[in-house]
């Protein structure tokens, strides 16, 4: 099974900040990535697909990259609403893996 | 718009039954797989099942298999999942996942709003 991994755990910034998010894959998972945004008490929604596609009706602060083993969500301006829990997930073999998230606070 | 409404979540003991719904509209619901992913209270994201297009391929995760059954209706617009000897463990909120394709691919775009489901004696 694939194994993913996301750092950091939590992390704490300011409005306005670029904030970076890594997501690294047990095996080479080419560009089968999604990541995932939830806010608190409601549904996971999804931002990217394909590493670096952003989602329909996406803010484009948001942008993806990165294959085989190692990538990246970026928020390039973070704003209030964006304070939320982001998870990747890999989609090139089953079972389908998440990583265990990353928790943004300003 | 696409949606997905999940729905038969509740209260119910170890080792009891539950069947989970998810009713599906705003796409052709025949074209896509779907999935079933859980979420523990205070835990992350684990998926727990998926089903293609037409019911022909099924997968689960070890830690349902063999307890869990997946299916759907597609002249209802409709994903099931059939759980059986509910462990303390499987206590959590389960989301049903719209895929991209109509293979079981795995790649996600449309979440629903969970239902939940409590195992407790």
């Known amino acids: 099974d694939i194994q993913m991994t996301q750092s950091p755990s939590s992390l704490s910034a300011s409005v306005g900040d670029r904030v970076t998010i890594s997501c690294q894959a047990s095996?080479?998972?080419?560009?089968?990535l999604n990541w995932h945004q939830q806010k608190s008490g409601k549904g996971p929604k999804v931002l990217i697909y394909d590493a670096s596609s952003l989602q329909t009706g996406v803010p484009t602060r948001f942008g993806g990259s990165g294959s085989g083993t190692n990538f990246t969500l970026t928020i390039f301006s973070l704003q209030p609403e964006d304070i939320a829990t982001y998870y990747c997930?890999?989609?090139?073999?089953?079972?389908?893996?998440f990583g265990g998230g990353t928790k943004v606070e300003i | 718009e696409v949606q997905l409404v999940e729905s038969g979540g509740g209260l119910v003991q170890p080792g009891r039954s539950l069947r989970l719904s998810c009713a599906a509209s705003?796409?052709?619901?025949?074209?896509?797989?779907m999935h079933w992913v859980r979420q523990a209270p205070g835990k992350g994201l684990e998926w727990v099942s998926g089903?293609?297009?037409?019911?022909?391929?099924?997968d689960y995760a070890d830690s349902v298999k063999g307890r869990f059954t997946i299916s759907r209706d597609n002249a209802k617009s409709s994903l099931y999942l059939q759980m059986n000897s509910l462990r303390a463990e499987d206590m959590a909120f389960y989301y049903c996942v719209k895929d991209r394709a109509g293979t079981l691919h795995g790649a996600m775009d449309v979440w629903g709003q969970g239902t939940t489901v409590t195992v407790s004696s």
């Open positions: 997930q890999q989609y090139h073999k089953l079972p389908l893996s």
């Open positions: 705003g796409f052709s619901f025949d074209d896509y797989s």
């Open positions: 089903i293609n297009w037409n019911g022909g391929t099924l």
């Open positions: 095996q080479d998972i080419r560009y089968f």
